[in-house]
Nanobody, 117 residues
Framework: QVQLVESGGGLVQAGGSLRLSCGTS????????MGWYRQAPGKQRELVAR???????NYADSLKGRFTISRDNAKNTVYLQMNSLKPEDTAVYYC???????????WGQGTQVTVSS
């Protein structure tokens, strides 16, 4: 059974930092592209950051320089370091695992991040 479990969300003041973690089980973590997505109320889910099995990263243009994605294959965990948080970063943040062949796509249950002004 595949499980992706996010943690680390919460309430933070603008300018603060949070570190999200996503622990996984049931997948060969090291071969998956891992990602963080977010969904704010009334908006579509959007990509925050992604890291490939080889460690290549890409970010939403608006978040470059503030957010950093990383992975620890030994711990089957992906992280999202979020700095200089803004109220517009308020959203539910979801962990995602993707593998292309055969195509599979797994999601965590999400963790709420709320940034107060």
């Amino acid at each position: 059974q595949v499980q992706l479990v996010e943690s680390g969300g919460g309430l933070v003041q603008a300018g603060g930092s949070l570190r999200l973690s996503c622990g996984t089980s049931g997948i060969i973590f090291r071969i998956y592209t891992m990602g963080w997505y977010r969904q704010a109320p009334g908006k579509q889910r959007e990509l925050v950051a992604r890291i490939t099995s080889g460690g290549s990263t890409n970010y939403a243009d608006s978040l470059k320089g503030r957010f950093t994605i990383s992975r620890d294959n030994a711990k089957n965990t992906v992280y999202l370091q979020m700095n200089s948080l803004k109220p517009e970063d308020t959203a539910v943040y979801y962990c995602n695992a993707q593998y292309p062949t055969p195509p599979v796509n797994y999601w965590g249950q999400g963790t709420q991040v709320t940034v107060s002004s």
